[in-house]
C-alpha cells in the first residue's frame, strides 16, 4: 500500500495560512501598519485604491532592511521579534509570529523597496503568489515602502466575497485608527482614491481623539487613572450624557496593542451602572500598562484576543477606576472657606471677655402662695421692671455684636462650669455663661 501523506508546498501552505490572517484588505492595512510601528517609524502614510481592492501602499521612515532581511521578510515564520519559546511571554513588538509578510505575498502581487539608513542603495523584492519575481538594487529614501496589488488575485472564491468598495473602506479606516491611537506621537496619514482621509500628526492621547473623532468629543471626555501592582490603567471615557445606541468609540488597549474583551467591556458597563440607559453604551478608550509575562497574546493569528493571568482583579481594578473618575465628574462642589465670596458667619470672639449679667430676684415671689392683690401687685411690678431692663442686662452682648464678623471657627466647647452658680425658688440653677444666661430646671 502507498503513502497517501505528503508535505504541501510552501504556495499552497501560504494560501491556508493567509486564509486565517488576511481576510480582507482591512487585514493588510493592520499588519503592514504594526511592521511599520514596529521598524521604529515616526511617520506611516497607507494610500488605498478601490478599498485596497485595486492597491494598498504603506510607507514608513522606519530603520528599513537589508538586502537579505528584505528577501527573508516573506519567509514563513521568519521574524526578528523572537527568538526562542520564552520570549513568546515577554513580547514588547506588535508583531512576533513572521507570518503576516508571506500571506500577503501569497494571495498578492506585492513590491517592497526598502533601504536601511546606513546604506546608500537599497533593494526592491517583487513577488507574485509566493513566487520571487525580481530582487535589485534601487535608488530609494530609508525606511520601507510596500505596494500590494490584486489582493486574491489567485483566489477567486475569497475576492468574490469581499464587500462594496464603502464596507471595505470602513474596515481598513478603523484599523488605521487603532493602530493610531495606540501610538499618539507618530505621524499617520491616509489617503484614499487620492482624497486625504486623515493627516494626523504627533500628539498625546486626547489629542490623538480628537483628532479622529471630531472636536465635539473633547468637552465629553473624562481621564482616568490607576496605579496598582497588578496592572496600570490610564485613557479617558465619555460621559455618561454623552453615551449612544451604536458603537464605534469603544477602544481597549493592552501594553500598546489594541484588543477585543468582552469581559472588560462588561465591566465598564457595570461602572456606568444607572447613569445610563440600558441600551445605550458610553465611549471609552483604555489603556492598560501590565507585565508582559502576565498575558498571553498568542491566542489568534489577529492578535486581538488577549488572555490575562488576573482577569477578576483587574475587572474589579477597572470598573473602580471608572467609577471613581465618575464620581468626580457628579460630585456636588465643596464650600471652599479660602475662596473669595466666603459665606460670612458671625460668631463670638474666643478671647472676648462677655459681662456677666445682673440678676435681679424677687425673694418674695412664691408661685405657690395663694393668689392675693398684694403678692399678684409686687409680681407685676417686679416683671414689668424686669423687662423694662431687658437692655442693660444684656448691654454686655452688645459690644461684641458690634465687632466685625470673623471667620467660622468650630472646635469643641471646652467650657468649664464656672465657680459662681445662682439658686432660683429652690428649683432652678442659675449659670452664667459666654452668651447669656443658662438655667437649669
Known amino acids: 500500500m502507498s503513502d497517501i501523506i505528503r508535505l504541501l508546498p510552501d504556495s499552497v501552505a501560504n494560501q491556508i495560512a493567509a486564509g486565517e490572517v488576511i481576510q480582507r484588505p482591512a487585514s493588510v492595512v493592520k499588519e503592514m501598519m504594526e511592521n ?3 521598524a521604529g517609524a515616526t511617520s506611516i502614510t497607507v494610500i488605498l ?6 492597491m494598498i501602499q504603506v510607507i514608513d521612515n522606519g530603520c528599513g532592511m537589508s538586502v537579505t532581511d528584505a528577501r527573508m521578510a516573506f519567509e514563513r515564520h521568519s521574524t526578528s521579534k523572537i527568538s526562542k519559546a520564552e520570549d513568546l511571554f515577554a513580547i514588547h513588538t506588535m508583531g ?3 507570518e503576516a509578510l508571506a500571506s500577503v505575498a501569497a494571495v498578492s502581487e506585492i513590491i517592497l523597496k526598502t533601504r536601511k539608513v546606513e546604506d546608500e542603495v537599497g533593494t526592491i523584492v517583487e513577488i507574485s503568489g509566493s513566487v520571487v519575481r525580481n530582487q535589485e538594487p534601487v535608488s530609494c529614501p530609508a525606511g520601507s515602502n510596500f505596494i500590494v496589488k490584486n489582493l486574491f488575485f489567485n483566489v477567486p472564491a475569497r475576492r468574490k466575497f469581499l464587500k462594496a468598495d464603502a464596507t471595505e473602506l470602513k474596515h481598513s479606516i478603523n484599523e488605521f485608527i487603532r493602530v493610531a491611537l495606540t501610538r499618539p506621537s507618530v505621524q499617520f496619514n491616509l489617503t484614499h482614491n487620492d482624497l486625504e482621509v486623515y493627516n494626523l500628526p504627533p500628539a498625546n492621547i486626547k489629542q490623538r481623539i480628537i483628532a479622529i473623532f471630531g472636536k465635539g468629543i473633547n468637552q465629553n471626555l473624562i481621564p482616568v487613572k490607576a496605579e496598582t501592582s497588578i496592572t496600570g490603567i490610564r485613557g479617558f471615557i465619555g460621559k455618561p450624557e454623552a453615551a ?3 458603537y464605534g468609540e469603544q477602544f481597549f488597549f493592552v501594553n500598546g496593542r489594541y484588543m477585543r ?5 462588561k465591566a465598564v458597563l457595570e461602572a456606568y451602572e444607572q447613569v445610563i440607559q440600558p441600551e445605550s453604551v458610553p ?3 483604555i489603556y492598560f500598562d501590565i507585565r508582559p509575562e502576565a498575558i498571553d497574546i498568542n491566542i489568534h493569528p489577529t492578535k486581538t484576543e488577549i488572555k490575562f493571568e488576573d ?3 483587574v475587572f474589579q481594578i477597572l470598573m473602580a477606576t471608572i467609577r471613581e473618575a465618575l464620581g468626580r465628574h457628579n460630585m456636588v462642589p465643596a464650600l471652599d472657606f479660602d475662596t473669595t465670596g466666603v459665606i460670612d458667619i458671625p460668631v463670638f470672639k474666643k478671647d472676648h471677655d462677655v459681662k456677666v449679667p445682673e440678676i435681679n430676684v424677687d425673694p418674695g415671689f412664691n408661685p405657690f402662695a395663694d393668689n392675693t392683690p398684694g403678692l399678684q401687685r409686687d409680681h407685676q411690678s417686679f416683671h414689668r421692671e424686669t423687662i423694662r431692663n431687658w437692655e442693660k442686662l444684656y448691654e454686655g452682648l452688645k459690644e461684641v455684636n458690634k465687632d466685625h464678623p470673623t471667620q467660622p471657627q468650630i472646635e469643641p466647647d471646652r467650657q468649664t462650669i ?3 452658680l445662682l439658686q432660683f425658688k429652690n428649683r432652678y440653677i442659675l449659670v452664667p455663661v459666654k452668651s447669656g444666661l443658662l438655667i437649669v430646671d
Open 311 to 313: 482577569e477578576r482583579s
Open 244 to 246: 449612544r445606541k451604536t
Open 261 to 265: 474583551h468582552p469581559y472588560y467591556h
Open 418 to 420: 464656672p465657680g459662681r
Open 36 to 38: 511599520a510601528v514596529d
Open 49 to 54: 485604491k478601490d478599498a485596497g481592492r485595486t
Open 96 to 98: 512576533f509570529r513572521g
Open 283 to 285: 465611549a471609552y478608550f
